[in-house]
């Protein structure tokens, strides 16, 4: 059977369960298509065909003999932060980690194998997933197949590269500033940034083996080419971390509808002190014509009533604070000193926060309290709260190649502080909502549009419905140019 590179997850099982096709020969494809289109993309740094083969063989065995697993026979790759048994841990190419193999699996990693699912390679990420690009000193840099002269985001930028191609039909990342969604919306896919306590966060990089981690607003979840397969790969990766399991059950709320028509959307303002690419402005404005056209309650709502900055000046000190503690010590430094000499209202924030104290952290934490309380009321009034994923869509290699504070993107022929990159990801990264991207058309150059459907917290499945509500009214992805075949 010759079978679609693009075909979705699901359908991909339900031909191994009709023994249309077998694992090996599915294997086999994705191994060769990697071959065959990977050189100029660079997404798939870590290969591991040989175990991949070998376990596909097993798979179809355990089908001839009844086995049927979730992921049974199915190959994916995942992000290279995550830990997988045997293979190198660099943490997006450090290179003082190039000689790092993994001797267990991740969290998300072990519920993959544990359902079937074969892993044939590892994706590309910038080091400790700290970046809009995905560049790192041991594996190089990974481009956008919409345009090889951009970025597909990051820090999940191998994973989308790699999905976006036909390479592997499932990924997962995390999402700790966008690294979900911002490359979903620069590939021209479906991401899921996860309710903040839905899934184990245990074995990415940065991060650790500690199974219950007290990191707040960094999490993990799935990216795919169809909404279906996004809600496949979140059932399966979401529950108590190891060890909670003993009393903790997730049982998260079906959606709240199963129309468009039901759906109460509030559409996210543009701000004048957020820059903003006019044509992302636009499709959330388009979305939300097409959306009240087909019944929906659609209206432009602020969540925070003005108080935005201020959220995301709270979101920018526990953020680097966090990830400052994590740095090495003379980045860290460095960050610091380009910080201070900011004259952006957002960039001194970034040095308060590495400066922080325990009292600081605390009281920060209490403001994000007061975000989420006010959060929680807002969506009692409304299903999804439709906003950009981040401030442009996918930008030129040669953008954001500064260091530190002081770096630049273009918006609308203008020069940004890439500061600005993380209000929009913020969203729902502070408060711990959910946060599901979509493929919500192109631009008139035909780079993909990516926008965010967020919703009430531990809801996930409202937003995901959501999304998969809009791919069966009005489409979703679609390949790259130069790689439909």
């Known amino acids: ?212 981690a007290a990191f707040a607003m ?42 468009l028509a039901d759906l109460r959307v509030a559409l996210l303002p543009r701000f004048d002190w957020l820059p903003l690419n006019d044509e992302i402005a636009g499709a959330v404005e388009h979305w939300g014509a097409r959306l009240a056209a087909a019944g929906a309650t659609v209206a432009t709502v602020d969540p925070f009533d003005g108080d935005f900055p201020a959220y995301f000046k709270t979101y920018l000190r526990i953020l680097f604070s966090q990830a400052g503690a994590e740095s090495p010590p003379e980045e860290a430094e460095a960050f610091r000193d380009e910080a201070r000499q900011g004259d952006d209202q957002f960039v001194p924030t970034i040095a308060e926060a590495f400066a922080a104290n325990v009292g600081d952290y605390l009281r920060w934490f209490a403001e994000r309290e007061v975000y989420r309380e006010r959060l929680a009321h807002f969506f009692r009034a409304w299903d999804i709260l439709l906003a950009p994923c981040t401030l442009t869509n996918a930008f030129p290699h040669d953008e954001l190649i500064e260091e530190h504070a002081t770096r630049y993107v273009t918006v609308n022929g203008e020069p940004v502080r890439s500061v600005y990159m993380f209000p929009y990801p913020a969203l729902c990264n502070l408060s711990g909502h959910p946060g599901t991207a979509f493929p919500s058309g192109q631009t008139a150059a035909g780079l993909p549009l990516g926008l965010q459907a967020i919703g009430p917290y531990l809801e996930d499945r409202t937003t995901l419905r959501f999304a998969a509500l809009v791919e069966e009214a009005f489409g979703g992805f679609v390949p790259p140019v130069g790689y439909r075949t």
């Open 1 to 212: 059977m010759s079978v679609n590179p693009y075909a979705t997850a699901t359908e991909l099982l339900a031909a191994l369960d009709r023994r249309e096709v077998s694992s090996v020969d599915l294997t086999r494809m994705h191994i060769d298509r990697i071959g065959q289109i990977d050189g100029a993309i660079n997404a798939v740094v870590v290969r591991d065909f040989e175990r991949a083969l070998a376990a596909a063989q097993a798979a179809d065995d355990a089908r001839a003999a009844g086995a049927n697993n979730q992921l049974l026979g199915l190959p994916m790759t995942v992000k290279d932060g995550f830990f997988v048994d045997g293979l190198p841990a660099t943490g997006g190419g450090i290179p003082e980690r190039a000689d790092e193999i993994a001797d267990w699996d991740s969290a998300a990693v072990a519920a993959i194998k544990g359902a079937g699912g074969i892993i044939i390679g590892k994706t590309n990420m910038p080091p400790y997933a700290a970046d809009h690009k995905s560049d790192n000193p041991l594996y190089g840099c990974t481009s956008n197949p919409w345009d090889l002269t951009r970025t597909p985001g990051g820090s999940s930028g191998g994973a989308a590269a790699a999905l976006a191609t036909g390479m592997t039909p499932l990924e997962i990342g995390g999402d700790y500033a966008g690294s979900i969604r911002v490359p979903s919306a620069f590939c021209g896919l479906f991401g899921h940034k996860s309710s903040e306590t839905a899934l184990p966060r245990s074995g990415h990089f940065p991060g650790g083996k500690h199974q219950n």
């Open 218 to 259: 960094a999490v993990q979840g799935p990216l795919a080419r169809s909404a279906g397969d996004l809600e496949l790969l979140f059932n399966l990766m979401s529950g108590p971390a190891a060890g909670e399991d003993i009393a903790w059950r997730l049982d998260l709320p079906a959606p709240r509808t199963e129309r």
